[in-house]
């Protein structure tokens, strides 16, 4: 049923005009059509509900509505082949479910409403009510003409529609419409042939390049803000014996489950250094001493690092390298940062952060990809195996693997369990395109369009293709010390625990709504959705009928669930747990960074500062269905969740877009719970300086 509400990809340039009844959309369509020397897609709609009038004196009814989507789509389909350039359409699903909303209090199938917001256009002409209205068969609300335009203005601007209203008489839209037409076909990419053969090796689209340039051309929305989630609105806090039930629920109810951890890898540890490779490049210590540097800079980064580097785990390693090379304090301080840092050193500044010495231990130092085997053996074994995904960075793969035969076979023999370990690279695929500041494909000097990785969102594909019952995720930076690995398991198997009691009634719930259930059963369910998987109901629910109540249940229970630990907010930087509300006036649960935030709202700051939790990447997830079915976890995403940021290259400035994070807008049509977790469960390291904090003292 999906496949038939989908639009076929496609580089022509689609027109739709839209709007309420009598205002000469098809007038309209005709004569675009007749002047591009093109086709026009017809309204299904009309003949399909004037054959029912003809036949049965009936007018729409609810069951109509996705019948007249799948037609309508169909029609458009068929005529996108053999659109020469551009496709003129007298409607599309986006105005069927305006109409669902105007005649069914509101309904909106979920089929039809997913299609509707996902289908894209690329510019609407929004018609009018200043022409005479004409009746006809199946015209019925000449009185509501300006109550039903508002309707179709509102939903164009909701769902960030590129539109444009015509008005005047017919000669008047028209030459508004063409004119509008022929902007758009100016902007429009002419793809060359070493374009064309990019775009194949990266695995990339024309459609896809083509979305992104509209992204660029319209810009991404700040979210809106509703309230910050707190504990007891949002956030559970689960007391010290319910949280012994649910770690003793999870351990006696793995049989049969396969685990898996999925680990972020790929970042290089250079961010980690930003200040001491400055410190390299500006103190010499031949021309002042490190007192003097220190007092004229105020580098407190530097100073704490010098202060404290005999604590780190390859201060001693580092050491031994420059023995001799210095004679006062300065020159040992700028030989022992350098040589960490060069390539003929450590070149720690160039390593992958999951294989830096983190912690001391008995062989030297403990990598985080070391200490993620420890904590898995803890939480995320079955039958005495464990098993482990790492995102890395194609120029990392032979180091992770050599990291992989050092460290597997100790802390196999150590906690007894046997390592599945496994990789994948970030996808060329999910690249995004680079613009110009005119929106259009930055180039480089050789002629090649400019794409940029995703960012961590794009990682969604990799968490895509995993297979497991459960899924952890955790940064590679956030592990911790030996003496704090038993709290932190205990943490994970308490998450654990709690996705499992929740999924086991979400699966019962589901399976029953396939068949006719009363309406005290629904309000069980819907009681179950509202306080356990925080799903916020519309305002109109309870006048919903019996089949509208089960289809919107059902449409909540069968998503993904996480459940994501968050610690008390303690100055550490990172997303918060948010309520937002989406262009539709759906209001859910989500992880939200400030940069999606309008700092110049009072109203939208008031509420970020209300936060009194945020994110540490601490997430456990149920990925398949109550039939054990995987879900498509890229149905689930919010495209209109991403990032546009402002770059330079090559002395030119452009604009760059990042997809929407993995935990942010990636995840955005999950069924979320956020529950508070002990701080010793998140010790991220983002500068050297963070191994120096107790957390990372063994």
Not at 376 to 399: C, E, R, V, W
Request: charged share 25%; hydrophobic share 40%.
């Amino acid at each position: 049923m999906e496949k038939a509400l989908e639009q076929q990809p496609t580089n022509i340039v689609k027109i739709v005009v839209f709007g309420p009844e009598s205002t000469g959309k098809t007038t309209l369509a005709k004569q675009l059509a007749e002047h591009y020397k093109t086709h026009w897609v017809p309204e299904y709609a009309r003949d399909y509900l004037q054959k029912k009038w003809d036949q049965e004196q009936k007018v729409c009814e609810l069951k109509d509505l996705i019948p007249i989507a799948q037609g309508q789509m169909k029609l458009e389909n068929e005529l996108l082949a053999k659109a020469n350039k551009l496709l003129v359409c007298d409607t599309d699903i986006l105005e069927t479910m305006v109409y669902s909303q105007a005649y069914f209090e509101g309904y909106v199938d979920p089929l039809l409403e997913k299609y509707a917001v996902q289908n894209q256009y690329d510019l609407y002409f929004l018609t009018d009510i200043d022409v005479p209205w004409v009746k006809d068969d199946l015209r019925d609300r000449p009185d509501k003409r300006a109550e039903m335009f508002t309707l179709f203005e509102t939903a164009l601007t909701a769902h960030n529609r590129n539109f444009v209203i015509l008005k005047g008489n017919e000669k008047q839209r028209f030459k508004k419409a063409t004119g509008e037409i022929d902007k758009l076909l100016i902007t429009m990419i002419d793809f060359t042939e070493k374009d064309n053969v990019q775009l194949e090796q990266k695995g990339i689209s024309k459609e896809k390049v083509l979305q992104q340039v509209e992204i660029f051309k319209k810009g991404i929305p700040f979210v809106n803000l509703t309230s910050a989630a707190v504990v007891g609105e949002g956030i559970l806090r689960i007391e010290a014996e319910q949280q012994e039930k649910l770690v003793s629920y999870y351990e006696e109810n793995l049989a049969g489950l396969t685990l898996l951890k999925f680990v972020p890898a790929s970042g290089a540890a250079s961010r980690m250094f930003k200040a001491m490779f400055s410190f390299v490049d500006a103190y010499n210590p031949s021309e002042e001493t490190l007192d003097a540097y220190l007092s004229r800079t105020g580098d407190k980064a530097v100073e704490q690092f010098i202060a404290g580097m005999h604590n780190l785990p390859f201060h001693d390693e580092l050491l031994s390298k420059i023995e001799g090379s210095y004679s006062n304090e300065g020159e040992k301080a700028h030989a022992f940062i350098k040589t960490m840092l060069a390539e003929d050193g450590l070149n720690y500044g160039f390593y992958p952060k999951g294989l830096l010495p983190f912690h001391k231990c008995k062989h030297g130092g403990a990598t985080p990809f070391k200490e993620h085997l420890k904590e898995a053996a803890l939480y995320a074994k079955t039958d005495g195996s464990a098993n482990l995904h790492f995102t890395i960075s194609p120029q990392h793969d032979t180091m992770f693997k050599e990291e992989e035969g050092i460290s597997v076979p100790r802390i196999s023999q150590k906690t007894d369990t046997k390592f599945n370990v496994s990789y994948s690279y970030q996808k060329t695929a999910t690249d995004t395109l680079a613009v110009a500041m005119d929106n259009t494909p930055f180039r480089e000097p050789d002629g090649s369009i400019l794409f940029r990785p995703g960012g961590h969102g794009a990682l969604i594909e990799n968490l895509n293709e995993q297979d497991a019952d459960i899924i952890y995720i955790k940064n590679i930076d956030n592990v911790v010390i030996d003496e704090n690995l038993e709290a932190v398991g205990n943490s994970k198997k308490m998450l654990g625990g709690l996705l499992l009691k929740i999924q086991t009634k979400c699966f019962a719930y589901a399976k029953a709504l396939e068949e006719d259930v009363n309406l005290a059963f629904l309000a069980e369910i819907s009681a179950f959705a509202q306080n356990q998987l925080n799903v916020v109901f519309p305002d109109d629910f309870e006048t919903y009928g019996a089949h509208e109540k089960a289809a919107f249940l059902k449409d909540k229970l069968n998503r993904p669930i996480r459940i994501c630990g968050m610690v008390k907010n303690e100055g550490e930087p990172g997303g918060g747990p948010f309520f937002i509300k989406d262009p539709e006036g759906n209001v859910s649960l989500q992880i939200i960074e400030s940069a999606q935030i309008n700092m110049e709202d009072s109203a939208q700051v008031s509420i970020l500062n209300n936060a009194t939790h945020f994110n540490p990447v601490d997430i456990v997830c149920g990925v398949k269905d109550y039939k054990g079915n995987k879900f498509d976890l890229v149905e689930f995403v919010d495209h209109r969740q991403g990032f546009i940021t402002g770059k330079t290259k090559n002395g030119k400035e452009l604009k760059a877009l990042e997809l929407p994070g993995l935990w942010n807008g990636a995840m955005a049509f999950w069924n979320t719970i956020f529950v508070e977790v002990p701080l010793v469960t998140f010790n991220p390291v983002k500068t050297v300086n963070d191994l120096l904090k107790p957390s990372h003292q063994a």
